[in-house]
Antibody, heavy 119, light 108 residues
Framework: QVQLQESGPGLVKPSETLSLTCTVSGGSINSYYWSWIRQPPGKGLEWIGFVHHSGSTNYNPPLKSRVIASIDTSRNQFSLNLRSVTAADTAVYYC?????????????WGRGTLVTVSS | EIVLTQSPATLSVSPGERATLSCRASQSVAYNLAWYQQKPGQAPRLLISGVSARATGVPARFSGSGSGTEFTLTISSLQSEDFAIYYCQQYHNWPPLTFGGGTKVEIK
């Protein structure tokens, strides 16, 4: 079955760029929208944005100026870059699949990866 | 931005009892509401979409209802594996897609 796996550094210094990759296995990355969602320790969920296999993107407005999501269909991967990070960006970052272009909820999730912003 | 308010923050329930969780939207989301379950150390799992449609493999003891701004997730007879945090999410008016703050269902 289709599985998602996040990868990337677990520690990022303040003011630097957080970079994560999500690998899709067991299925094609095409025909779906793919999303990033984060969860600060002990807190709730925050949608970051999504990317489509066509390359189109949409972001949460407060993060829009710092976020770039991209996709590499040849590798079945999509990525997140969040620049100028601060301690407030410390969170578990999840990649997830949007169910469909008509139903913008998330039917498949990665296990998540904790990213800590600290010097 | 549509704000989702979940109540109560914590619900203490005995196994076998019924649990009723609430999600209120700051404006109408029609029927575009989903529920997720999250256990400690795990990713959220989609339970219900479109207010009341159970996702694949979700037991029938989970049911959703409501429309507009008031929604309810009911667990008819709590099992040990149901103790978790539950989140609602709206996908009616975005960006941004938004989640509620969560309700923790704990053992009484």
């Amino acid at each position: 079955q289709v599985q998602l796996q996040e990868s990337g550094p677990g520690l990022v210094k303040p003011s630097e760029t957080l970079s994560l990759t999500c690998t899709v296995s067991g299925g094609s990355i095409n025909s779906y929208y793919w999303s990033w969602i984060r969860q600060p320790p002990g807190k709730g969920l925050e949608w970051i944005g999504f990317v489509h296999h066509s390359g189109s993107t949409n972001y949460n407005p407060p993060l829009k100026s710092r976020v770039i999501a991209s996709i590499d269909t040849s590798r079945n991967q999509f990525s997140l870059n969040l620049r100028s990070v601060t301690a407030a960006d410390t969170a578990v970052y999840y990649c997830a699949r949007v169910t469909s272009s008509s139903y913008w909820h998330f039917d498949l999730w990665g296990r998540g990866t904790l990213v800590t912003v600290s010097s | 931005e549509i704000v989702l308010t979940q109540s109560p923050a914590t619900l203490s329930v005995s196994p076998g009892e019924r649990a009723t969780l609430s999600c209120r939207a700051s404006q109408s989301v029609a029927y575009n509401l989903a529920w997720y379950q999250q256990k400690p150390g795990q990713a959220p799992r989609l339970l219900i979409s479109g207010v009341s449609a159970r996702a694949t493999g979700v037991p029938a003891r989970f049911s959703g209802s409501g429309s507009g701004t008031e929604f309810t997730l009911t667990i008819s007879s709590l099992q040990s594996e149901d103790f978790a945090i539950y989140y609602c999410q709206q996908y009616h008016n975005w960006p941004p897609l938004t989640f509620g703050g969560g309700t923790k269902v704990e053992i009484k």
